[in-house]
């Protein structure tokens, strides 16, 4: 099982820039992967962007690319996710997840961080 930390949500105006930061603790094996999704009110939880720990291979739903950037951090076990140009419709919670999924966008996660609030202003 693996532990997850996130931090770095708030409040900012659209055009706007945040960043995210997840840590990890606990087992990973050689298919880890690392996540980050989000929730809107009244939405269903939706996949923003992964990454593939071993190989580094990321992923982005097409309504980030260009906008959002997923990295990590190996040394701290620590996976980040910079987003900048927010739009009021990025406002939800953003969770952090860690798992061993078959496909990173459409898989099953293992472990879900506590989220985070993330509130555009328009």
């Known amino acids: 099982q693996v532990q997850l930390v996130e931090s770095g949500g708030g409040l900012v105006q659209a055009g706007g820039s945040l960043r995210l930061s997840c840590v990890a603790s606990?087992?990973?094996?050689?298919?880890?992967?690392m996540g980050w999704f989000r929730q809107a009110p009244g939405k269903e939880r939706e996949f923003v962007a992964g990454i593939r720990w071993t190989s580094g291979n990321i992923y982005y739903a097409d309504s980030v690319k260009g906008r959002f950037t997923i990295s990590r951090d190996n040394a701290k076990n620590t996976v980040y996710l910079q987003m900048n140009s927010l739009k009021p419709e990025d406002t939800a919670v953003y969770y952090c997840a860690a798992g061993n999924p078959v496909n990173v966008v459409t898989g099953f996660y293992g472990s879900w961080g506590q989220g985070t609030q993330v509130t555009v202003s328009s």
């Open positions: 606990g087992r990973t094996s050689s298919n880890y992967a």
